[in-house]
């Protein structure tokens, strides 16, 4: 059973159209992640939230915004696509505090900017 | 700063080979690292967790080992099949900033019939 669910899994917008990817998880984690990915190439991390504590990471654009209304929701909001922005998008989550450390993934959502 | 890196980018195989897959970092101060799966167009499937204490960490055909003080790992696949056949990334999660994972760029493992 899916632990960690995005949607949609594909998206396509225009450019400069708003779009919201959200992420939701039946893991009860206190962690969770937004990633980009780009082909061939290690996913990138935007940001992240431990509970409602929201981390920031110095070279995301401020195109990028996220929420997280509760534990088991995240939305990732990019205001203004642009081409560069074409990636895929990958929320994650794992347990806060020093227990095993695991992350799971979910499926991603595929972003296509025209 | 945490740098992984992952040689060779990628690797082509015949069934049944044996094979290695390498992971390095620099940082020697980790608390885990994991292997992943990723198929194309999909996200990150969980290999193998092997924690800062553990030298290596076994899963059917999959066993990954851990050298902290080399800043090495590796993942060898016994009797690779043409299912093995997708891009198998390394992350490391630091003992301190302990929330933020450093991934690989990848092996793209390519197993032919």
């Known amino acids: 059973d899916a632990m960690v669910i995005q949607n949609p899994r594909y998206q396509v917008t225009q450019f400069g159209k708003p779009v919201t990817l959200s992420c939701s998880q039946t893991l009860n984690h206190n962690v969770m992640y937004w990633y980009q990915q780009k082909s061939s190439q290690a996913p990138k991390l935007l940001f992240h939230y431990y509970d409602k504590d929201f981390n920031n990471e110095a070279d995301t654009p401020d195109n990028f915004q996220s929420r997280r209304p509760n534990t088991s929701f995240c939305f990732l909001d990019i205001r203004s696509p642009g081409l560069g922005d074409a990636a895929m998008y990958l929320c994650?989550?794992?347990?806060?505090?020093?227990?095993?450390?695991?992350?799971?993934f979910g499926e991603g959502s595929r972003l296509t900017v025209l | 700063k945490q740098e992984v890196t992952q040689i060779p980018a990628a690797l082509s195989v015949p069934e049944g080979e044996n094979l290695v897959l390498n992971c390095s970092f620099t940082d020697s101060a980790i608390y885990n690292l994991q292997w992943f799966r990723q198929d194309p167009g999909k996200g990150l499937t969980s290999l193998l967790l092997?924690?800062?204490?553990?030298r290596e960490q076994t899963s059917g055909r999959l066993n990954a080992s851990l050298d902290k003080s080399s800043g090495r790992s590796t993942l060898y696949i016994a009797a690779s099949q043409p299912g093995d056949s997708a891009t198998y990334l390394c992350a490391v999660r630091r003992s301190y900033n302990f929330n933020k994972f450093y991934f690989g760029s990848g092996t793209k493992l390519n197993v032919k019939p």
């Open positions: 092997i924690q800062s204490s553990q």
């Open positions: 994650a989550t794992s347990r806060g505090g020093r227990g095993t450390g695991e992350l799971f």
